[in-house]
Structure formats: structure tokens, C-alpha cells
């Protein structure tokens, strides 16, 4: 009986460890399939048990995985027993994933079993990267703040001179060679500033944020503009009011940079600019879209690289300063849809604290 209640006690405990365990035989057949793992891979238990291992192993490791079971039974010698090793896994939906696994072997009746103890490593690698490029920025940013620095006392001065010259030269051509200057200065001076927006770290405030009211300042500053230019602009309030948490200064930057890229898009024919709020599975959206021309296919994937712009005058830096902004809010994404010739929508997601009380 007591060896009953303990057999009891330890499957329990295995079924709903927070690691996974995966029990194989000598033909490399799914014997042990508990809760955890059924959560890592996306399968049922009923799917895996008594099927091949390999269905849950990438392809690189399905040869040489077997091989290494095959290799022990005469040898008594697993390569990996006794150590941790890092495999690939693959999940249903076909998702690859960084698999931190420890070997076990058990003799049973003159059979062979293998146990696998599996953590997925794909949050502590994507933890790593953060730490690591968090480490690379601010050290990126004390350069630039220095750089920056050193530019910008000369730059100035240039600046301060060429706009006097400018106020007191009558001579035709020479005004237009200081009108070039200036335009370079402050190309310059923008720069500079959106350098510093996105390398040098910057404190953010918290506080609570009535998610449908930043939307309607955004609509409130950009109407008029709008309304020039030719724009239909639309500002759409959906289900109920949500708040947010973050930086208020900071995300309406973002929202005011998303509208102005939407709005140089469809320049210089106009069309139609839509703002709008909603609420999707615990989240605040907040999204700007545009039927402007779209973002071709070959370039979607660069439009988050620093310099990288589609502008004559552009810096290429304004999409990169609002990706830095929001993956400083901890919980939320700044996403990029667009069809070619059918426009382009941007869309903030954060994380709900509350909703307004009515």
C-alpha cells in the first residue's frame, strides 16, 4: 500500500511539475507525455503517446537523436546522460524553440527507458537578447550623447552666423547659398535630436493614461492640418474606455509620428486618415491607418532600421524612435501592416490597467 501511495505521490508530482517530462523506450517510442509538455509542443498527450520521438525534435536533430539512443543500449554510455544539453524543439504549429533538456535512464524488466526533464529557453533567450542590446544602446547612447555634443556647439554657431548674414545680405544669390546652409542646419539640428530620442536612455513617466483621450488630442492637433491637405480624417472610439499605463509626453510623440507619416503618404492628392480605439483580448489598441499607397513588399521588413527611409528629406529615424519609445512600456508593441496600392495601418497595443468608471 505504501508503495502505491508513493508511486501516487511522485506521478502526481511529475504530471504537474512545471518542467516538462517525456518518457521514451529503446525504440525511441513516447511512453510519458505529462501536462507541461503538452502545453511546450501544442500536442494532446493522446497525439504523442506511442509515436516517434522525432515528431517533436527539428530536423536536425531527428538522425542523430536516435543514433544516440541506439548507441547506448549495447555501450551503457548516453552521450548526454548526466549533463544538460541544448536541442531545438519544434512545436504543433511548426514554431522552432531553444530546448534546455537533462537525460535520466532507468532498467526496468531488462528494458531500457529514457527521460527527458525539458525547459523551454525561448523567454530566457529572448531575456538575454533584451539585456545584451539594452547593454549595446547605452553604450550606443553615450557615444552619440558625446558625439551629438561636439556637433552641435559648431553646428550653432554656423546656424546663428548664416541667419544673420541672411537678414543683412541683399545680393540675390548669396541669400539663396545662406537659405541652403540654414535648410541643412536644421536638417542637421533634427538630426541631432532624433539621435538622442532613440540611443540615449531617457527616464519614462508613469502614469495613468485615458487611452480614448490621447487619441482625441492626436485627432484635436492634426484636424486642422488635415483638413488642408485634403485628408478625411476620421477618429473612431470603440467599446469601452480603457487606461493605460506610460510616458503620456512619449506616446503621443508616437501617435503624432505615425499621423504624419500617414499624412505624407497620401500627399499630395489626399484621401482618407483613420484614428481609432479598441479593445481585443485584455489589450488597448490604438491604431492610425491610411489608404495611401502602401509600403512595398521588399521594404516592410526595413522600415524599423535606423536611416532607413523611403524620403527625400527623411532621416529615417522617426519609426525607430517610436519602436524604442514603446518597447520601453513594458507589455507593449508598436505593429506595421500595410498592402501595397490598398495603405498602410499602424497600431499601438498596451496592455489595460482599468477602464474609466461611468
Not at 82 to 90: F, H, P, Q, V, Y
Not at 211 to 234: N, W
Not at 249 to 277: D, F, H, R, T
Not at 334 to 357: D, K, M, N
Request: aromatic share 6%.
Amino acid at each position: 500500500m505504501q508503495d502505491i501511495q508513493e508511486l501516487t505521490i511522485l506521478h502526481e508530482a511529475v504530471e504537474n511539475a512545471n518542467e516538462a517530462f517525456i518518457t521514451i523506450d529503446a525504440e525511441h517510442r513516447v511512453l510519458f507525455f505529462n501536462r507541461a509538455a503538452e502545453k511546450m509542443f501544442g500536442y494532446a498527450r493522446q497525439e504523442v503517446l506511442g509515436r516517434d520521438l522525432c515528431l517533436l525534435l527539428a530536423p536536425e536533430h531527428r538522425e542523430s537523436h536516435p543514433l544516440a539512443v541506439q548507441q547506448y543500449l549495447p555501450a551503457g554510455e548516453p552521450p548526454f546522460t548526466g549533463r544538460e544539453a541544448e536541442l531545438t524543439g519544434i512545436r504543433r504549429s511548426g514554431e522552432r524553440f531553444p530546448a534546455l533538456i537533462s537525460f535520466s535512464v532507468a532498467e526496468i524488466d531488462h528494458r531500457t527507458f529514457f527521460t527527458a526533464l525539458i525547459r523551454d529557453m525561448a523567454e530566457t533567450r529572448g531575456l538575454q537578447r533584451q539585456v545584451a542590446q539594452a547593454e549595446r544602446l547605452a553604450l550606443l547612447g553615450r557615444v552619440v550623447a558625446e558625439i551629438t555634443h561636439e556637433i552641435k556647439n559648431p553646428l550653432v554657431m554656423i546656424g546663428g552666423w548664416a541667419r544673420r548674414l541672411h537678414r543683412t545680405v541683399r545680393e540675390e544669390e548669396a541669400r539663396r547659398r545662406l537659405a541652403d546652409i540654414l535648410a541643412q542646419v536644421e536638417r542637421l539640428e533634427h538630426l541631432l535630436a532624433e539621435l538622442r530620442n532613440l540611443y540615449v536612455p531617457r527616464k519614462q513617466a508613469a502614469e495613468t493614461i485615458d487611452a480614448g483621450e490621447l487619441l482625441r488630442e492626436a485627432f484635436r492637433l492634426v484636424k486642422a492640418d488635415c483638413e488642408e491637405r485634403d485628408i478625411a480624417l476620421e477618429l473612431r472610439l470603440e467599446g469601452p474606455r480603457p487606461l493605460i499605463m506610460g510616458d503620456r509626453e512619449k506616446l503621443l510623440q508616437v501617435l503624432l509620428n505615425l499621423i504624419k507619416n500617414s499624412m505624407e503618404a497620401l500627399a499630395p492628392a489626399g484621401g482618407s486618415l483613420l484614428l481609432a480605439l479598441a479593445t481585443v483580448d485584455g489589450y488597448a489598441e490604438l491604431t492610425v491607418a491610411d489608404n495611401g499607397p502602401g509600403i512595398p513588399a521588399e521594404l516592410r521588413e526595413r522600415v524599423f532600421t535606423p536611416f532607413f527611409t523611403t524620403k527625400r528629406q527623411g532621416t529615417g529615424l522617426g519609426l525607430c524612435v517610436c519602436k524604442r519609445i514603446m518597447d520601453d512600456h513594458p507589455g507593449s508593441a508598436l505593429t506595421l501592416e500595410s498592402v501595397e496600392g490598398q495603405g498602410t495601418a499602424a497600431t499601438l497595443r498596451f496592455p489595460i490597467h482599468r477602464f474609466v468608471e461611468e
